[in-house]
């Protein structure tokens, strides 16, 4: 049985080899593209994003539920979500399994300030996301200090607090939630800049916006002393360490800036959709943005959001599929890790710590063949 | 004030009976975090898998009553070899799917988490999808009979049942890993693998031996835990699971004795927060003292005895 399986492993993952030298090709080609090229291609993509709403794509798209309701949520919120995600888990490598805790940090923070104390939309903003982010510090500053797998388990405990704290004070509405949460202010007399209660379009004109802007601000970090002291945290804390990488500070930047960016996206949600009880946000939540990092090609912005398009597009498409969908992804998560473990898109700099690892099975057998799939060489 | 003194023998009992469940738990995480250095996420579907095995048992021989005398004997045999049979398959069978492919390519501790995480929202699908998603009832196969009281608590048949069985369950394994050849092979890949491969250890084998034990331990909790709350449903093993691990890492995990002292001492620790604050704050409780532990004393109240502490 091992023998025959392992055969069949090597079998599929020798399959894997013209595929996995497509998209290096693609994307060493990409690397290499000069910046005017990369900056229509970037121009296209906004276009047909704000060109996605027409019902046209819609009726391809998602015949069976309302498109433009879609495109707002999930998909636009799971690109945010994983988009701050990948901040912590695909540059500085930490996994965070409790991430939807934040999303509900500024859920109910615009719910709270809204309804009670009548702020408006683009003041509760900056609080939201303020308080998401000093949330993370929280967080982060006392866990950021144990090891990758017991920091998993404890931010998946700290999911599972916020759930429960919100489920049972009486300031968060307990289990009936909180309802009444005001729109934002319309802007203007356009009518993609008033924010209603039926038409989605402008929520989703606002929600992409913010993903510009994280995708811009991540870019910019990314490329950054603090974006390449994550990547060195990444492939070896310790000799971060050595070289003078302040990694523990960095690492609750990382936390801190995923957990703000969780906290706009719960804002931008809870203020179009008027009600939000504790049950919008369980764990499974975290576990799908997980999966949209990891799926796409975690600390590939590209690949992250091709992820979560997929991750939220795939069951609205296929509405036959989306009992199965949990099913499905748990098995994909699997095949993943066995086969591609870089995502669809893999991270060009990351390597290290989905292949050769210094965790686990690291002398149990493991052969240590460093000419594994995802292993593309460096730009 | 009054209110909880009064409280304190009956959240001893009832910490004792969950923390017994907890501790058969964590022996699972324990066992494969010795030997694997790795937190098994998909152990509380083993357990989920093992609540549903005993129902089934109970199904197919129409048992809906609490039977009596020889009869009662041989339907708990019947039920507590299905749960550790479907357990300990499937603990194994998750580490033939989910973990030795990416052994044997040296995979990270990261890549086996997300791999066992799926492997776990894959089982709970199977179960939600074929049985729903709601509570599913137990029959109640035993009568709750209040037998003695301690101080002003109740002790019931069931409670004495769940703990007692825990520890001769925890008794057995403690011997059979400290006074077998097969155990002497766990515990000499837990100290060091790569010197135990070389003294001529099958590790492949250990492996699937560890995860059978832990398996085990969590089908006979899974039963247990069905005969004493009787509910199960598709995650049921989510909280629970948690706990165990929370019960592991408090006693120190890779520790067997550890598992034990982790075990009782959650119960207790949940039970008297929910009597101090309210009942709804139980899980906050635990999942607080499982932060709080990590952050103090990250190798727990016996420390990691079975390897070099690592935390």
């Keep these: 049985m091992a023998m025959t399986s392992n055969k069949l492993g090597q079998g599929i993952s020798e399959a894997w080899v013209p595929v996995r030298k497509a998209t290096a090709e693609v994307s060493s080609r990409w690397r290499r593209a000069p910046k005017w090229a990369r900056l229509v291609v970037y121009l296209l993509i906004v276009v047909l994003a704000v060109l996605a709403p027409s019902q046209t794509v819609g009726n391809f798209m998602a015949p069976q539920s309302d498109w433009r309701t879609v495109l707002f949520y999930p998909i636009g919120s799971y690109i945010l979500l994983a988009l701050g995600l990948n901040v912590v888990v695909g540059l500085a490598g930490m996994l965070d399994l409790g991430y939807v805790a934040f999303f509900a940090i500024g859920g109910y923070a615009m719910a709270v300030l809204g309804v009670n104390y009548h702020w408006s939309f683009w003041e509760i903003l900056p609080a939201g996301v303020a308080i998401a982010a000093l949330s993370g510090v929280i967080l982060g500053a006392p866990t950021l200090r144990l090891r990758g797998d017991y920091l998993a388990i404890v931010t998946l405990g700290f999911g599972e607090i916020i759930q429960r704290v919100a489920n049972n004070l009486t300031v968060t509405g307990g289990p009936t939630g909180i309802s009444g949460i005001p729109h934002p202010p319309s802007i203007g007399h356009f009518s993609f800049l008033t924010y209603g209660v039926l038409d989605p379009t402008p929520y989703y004109y606002l929600e992409l916006l913010m993903i510009i802007l994280v995708i811009f601000v991540s870019y910019r970090l990314e490329n950054s002393r603090i974006g390449r002291g994550w990547v060195a945290i990444r492939e070896d804390e310790d000799a971060a360490e050595l070289m003078g990488v302040p990694t523990f500070a960095f690492k609750v930047w990382a936390f801190a800036i995923g957990a703000s960016v969780g906290g706009l996206s719960g804002v931008v949600y809870a203020a179009k959709v008027i009600a939000i009880t504790p049950e919008n946000y369980p764990l499974l939540l975290s576990v799908l943005i997980l999966v949209c990092v990891v799926l796409g090609g975690s600390g590939n912005r590209i690949g992250v959001i091709l992820g979560a398009f997929l991750v939220a597009w795939l069951p609205e498409r296929f509405r036959g599929l989306a009992n199965y969908r949990i099913l499905i992804f748990g098995a994909a998560l699997v095949i993943m890790m066995i086969f591609r473990p870089g995502g669809i898109l893999p991270a060009g700099r990351r390597r290290s710590e989905l292949l050769e690892g210094r965790g686990g099975g690291q002398h149990l057998g493991g052969e240590f063949d460093l000419g594994q799939p995802g292993a593309e060489p460096e730009a | ?311």
């Design chain 2, 1 to 311: 004030m009054h209110n909880f003194v009064s409280q304190i023998w009956p959240s001893i009992v009832d910490g004792t009976t969950t923390g017994a469940i907890y501790a058969l738990m964590a022996l699972g995480y324990t066992l494969v975090y010795g030997v694997l250095r790795l937190i098994n996420f998909a152990h509380s579907e083993v357990f989920m898998v093992g609540t549903f095995a005993s129902l089934f048992t109970l199904h197919a021989l129409h048992i809906n009553y609490a039977p009596g005398g020889i009869e009662a004997i041989a339907v708990f045999a019947a039920i507590t070899i299905a749960a550790m049979t479907a357990s300990g398959l499937v603990a194994v069978g998750v580490e033939y799917v989910a973990y030795r492919p990416l052994r044997k390519r040296n995979s990270s501790s990261l890549a086996n988490l997300i791999s066992a995480i799926g492997m776990s929202f894959f089982l709970q699908e199977v179960f939600a999808l074929r049985y729903g998603r709601d509570l599913i009832p137990f029959p109640r196969i035993l009568q709750k009979n209040v037998l003695f009281h301690i101080g002003n608590a109740e002790v019931r048949s069931d409670m004495v049942l769940v703990v007692a069985s825990a520890l001769v369950m925890m008794f057995i394994l403690d011997r059979f890993v400290n006074g077998t050849r097969l155990g002497r092979g766990i515990r000499a890949v837990a100290q060091d693998a790569s010197t135990a491969v070389l003294m001529g250890v099958n590790i492949d084998r250990v492996i699937t031996l560890t995860f059978l034990l832990g398996g085990v331990m969590a089908g006979v909790a899974a039963m247990l835990y069905g005969t004493f709350y009787e509910v199960t449903q598709y995650n049921i093993g989510f909280v629970i699971g948690i706990k165990g691990f929370t019960a592991a890492v408090l006693g120190g995990i890779g520790n067997i004795r550890g598992a034990l002292v982790g075990g009782f001492a959650l119960g207790l620790i949940e039970t008297f927060g929910g009597a101090i604050f309210n009942a709804q704050w139980i899980d906050v409780v635990a999942f607080s003292v499982l932060v709080l532990v990590l952050l103090f004393r990250p190798t727990g109240i016996l420390g990691e005895s079975l390897q070099r502490a690592r935390a």
